[in-house]
């Protein structure tokens, strides 16, 4: 899933992914690589700069990215940092 540009702009609130919500979506600021797992999230397709929607947030949470879906554990979803995406309508979708 790649968002549309012209409908969602990011804003500067940096949070961890293990925050969210079930239907938010996020861009990935930064992954902590010190925390087991990340190497295989990167392999995964889970990078900085990739945009993501939240399907279930309870644990594991179930994530949508790059049109796959990946269940992750709340403790790794807190090793990513990410950012609101607002869509142009002015709606925090976080």
């Known amino acids: 899933m790649r968002l ?6 990011v804003v500067e609130s940096v949070m961890k ?3 969210c919500r ?7 600021t930064e992954i902590d690589s010190h925390v087991s797992g990340t190497l295989r999230l990167r ?3 889970v990078l900085e700069g990739v945009d993501l929607k939240v399907i ?16 992750l554990d709340r403790e790794l979803a807190a090793a990513i940092s990410v950012n609101y995406m607002v869509s142009a309508s002015g709606n925090q979708t976080c």
Do not use: C, Q, W
């Not at 549309?4 to 702009?9: K, N, V």
């Open 4 to 9: 549309d540009t012209l409908s969602f702009h």
């Open 56 to 71: 279930k947030s309870s644990n594991p949470m179930l994530l949508h990215v790059n049109e796959s879906r990946i269940a």
């Open 22 to 28: 079930s239907g938010d979506i996020v861009l990935i």
């Open 43 to 45: 392999e995964l397709g």
């Open 17 to 19: 992914l293990s925050e």
